[in-house]
């Protein structure tokens, strides 16, 4: 993606909810004195430390997909360059100072969300292709926020960190909810082919939603033969 002035990390315009403008909205709060250098610094090290914990799991994920193994070399190397981008990009941020040149702000942006797609492309290959609790994915994501959120209430976590959690959390259902978007486009895309039998599409659909369902934890109802609407 090309960069854009009205894109401007510290002058505003439409960004990317995702990864990418939970970081670079420290730069503004270090500019309007919300942070110090020091306190932005500290927070940039705090993703540092979330993506080893994003790599990790995503790496153990690949070790036990059973039908990754004939191409399992190639997406530990794709993991490594997906979480090289990331950490390049954090340690562009680290150079930002507030005042100062905002180029190292335009290539970490740059870098996270080059970082971000290849993250998103390589949790789609690793879904795709295994089966089950091999499957790298947030489960009972609400109940986690849940309880985060208590946590903060009663000050056992700073309101930086509760921030950082709901900047995580929205990054995690907007990931999952890719996902899903792609799973109905591939059920559309089955019963176009064939819409005298429903059947592969109902089932591909009912997939996603229980796998929805596990990601936030909530109890949701879904039905396994779903009824007939009349219209």
């Known amino acids: ?13 439409l960004r990317n909810p995702g ?3 939970p970081l670079l909205d420290l730069s503004e709060q ?26 990790g799991r995503m790496a153990e994920s690949i070790l036990a997909g059973s039908n ?20 390049y990009g954090l340690e562009e941020l680290q150079l930002y100072r507030s005042g100062e040149d905002r180029a190292p702000l335009r290539m970490g942006r740059l870098l996270l969300e080059k970082g971000e797609q290849e993250y998103l492309a390589l949790l789609e290959i690793i879904q795709n292709e295994t089966q089950g609790c091999e499957r790298e994915r947030t489960t009972d994501l609400w109940s986690q926020l849940v309880s985060e959120a208590g946590r903060a209430q009663s000050t056992e976590i700073t309101p930086e960190e509760w921030a950082e959690t709901l900047a995580w959390g929205e990054w995690a259902l907007r990931a999952h909810m890719d996902g899903t978007f792609r799973d109905f486009q591939r059920a559309l895309s089955t019963l176009r082919v064939e819409p ?13 939603l229980a796998r929805l369902r596990e990601f936030l934890g909530l109890s949701v109802e879904i039905q396994t033969q779903p009824e007939e609407v009349e219209l």
């Open 30 to 55: 270090m500019q309007s004195g919300q942070l110090s250098a020091a306190e932005y610094l500290e927070r940039i090290q705090k993703a540092q430390g979330r993506f080893e914990r994003l790599r």
């Open 19 to 21: 990864l990418v403008a």
């Open 196 to 208: 005298a039998k429903p059947g592969e599409a109902e089932r591909q659909v009912m997939v996603s």
């Open 1 to 13: 993606m090309a960069w854009r002035e009205e894109d401007n990390p510290v002058t505003g315009g």
């Open 68 to 87: 990754l193994e004939d191409y399992r070399e190639g997406l530990n190397e794709a993991l490594q360059d997906t979480f090289n981008l990331l950490q």
